[in-house]
């Protein structure tokens, strides 16, 4: 869970080390009272993790797995339709179950041989370049918890749905893991909160909410989209507009709600050579220059 999403559900730490999540009203567990205190239960769980040891397990109930099958079988037919060719790759390798929720060393098991990547487990909030900085090691923070049952079909906030469905699959395939390292690297090059930010946007419209034009249609190629039954079947309708770095990096956002602005790469290739090679070239003077404003 990166930053934004902290916004919606901040946590608070007890002086006993216990984490207590603090729920929007506006979120659909916000009145479970169960569903808070295993939201509490997960984020203890995550924040006792030691870092470089296996992700804790998480003993998910039953409730939790039937919603991982109900967004499981949601979205495969979606996906043959509507996901980029490098996503349905990186799937077919990484083979999730689909009738329960794999746990975080599990799937780290299953992506390593593939990418290199692994999972670490993340309570809430996860500053911007801890969170980027990690995909230069091959790590990804990710959340634990399930989406709440009411609302199967979308989350405002990144569940191990997201993670998992969203970011493992394109994990999984070589092209979109160079990418994720490429964003990695450009974290831990900058100084500057602003190039950071600028660099954490073209992020979010790329390999959170990115679309690309394949010969029969246009295509999701960003986690967010991939892993909500919901949104992967609006993103079509939306305002999509031309493929451009410093409209991505300047363009202002709500994670609460379905992206209306994405913008749309003619091909997988540009996204690797536009942002793959802004991410590898970029320096806090460059992003400086691109957004106009004075050495």
């Known amino acids: ?15 006993d080390g216990t984490q207590q999540v603090q729920l929007g009203s506006g979120h659909p567990g916000f009145a479970d009272p169960v569903y808070r205190q295993r939201r509490d239960a997960l984020a203890t769980l995550a924040s006792a ?44 390798r990484l083979a999730l179950p ?22 670490q487990p993340a309570a809430g909030l996860v500053a911007l370049r801890e969170f980027y900085g990690s995909l230069a090691d091959q ?3 990710s959340t634990q918890y399930v989406r709440h049952h009411s609302s199967p079909l979308y989350t405002p906030e990144p569940d ?10 394109t994990l999984a395939d070589d092209r979109y893991a160079a990418l994720y390292r490429s964003a990695g690297r450009a974290a831990r090059r900058l100084e500057s909160d602003e190039a ?16 690309v034009r394949e010969p029969d249609g246009l295509k999701a190629y960003g986690a967010g989209i991939l892993s909500s039954p919901g949104e992967i079947e609006e993103f079509r309708s939306m305002d999509i507009r031309p ?13 609460t709600v379905y992206q209306d602005v994405l913008f ?3 091909s997988f290739g540009q996204v690797e050579d536009v942002v793959g090679t802004f991410w590898d070239e970029c320096s806090d003077d460059s992003i400086a220059a691109l957004r106009g404003v004075p050495a």
């Open 264 to 266: 749309a790469a003619e």
């Open 139 to 141: 790590r990804f923070w």
């Open 160 to 169: 191990v749905l997201h993670e998992v469905v969203g970011h493992g699959n």
């Open 1 to 15: 869970m990166f930053e934004e999403a902290q916004y919606f559900a901040p946590i608070v730490t007890h002086d």
């Open 49 to 92: 993790w030691t870092p470089g040891g296996p992700s804790p397990f998480a003993p998910y109930t039953d409730e939790e797995h039937e919603v991982w099958r109900v967004v499981s079988d949601a979205l495969h037919a979606k996906h043959e339709r509507l996901a980029c060719t490098e996503f349905l790759n990186g799937k077919q």
């Open 98 to 119: 689909t009738d329960r929720v794999p746990q975080l060393e599990e799937v780290s098991d299953l992506l390593e041989p593939l990418t290199g990547f692994r999972y």
């Open 196 to 211: 950071l930010q600028f660099v954490s946007k073209v992020f979010w419209f790329t390999l959170e909410f990115g679309v």
């Open 243 to 255: 493929f451009d770095v410093l409209a991505m990096g300047t363009l202002d956002y709500d994670i």
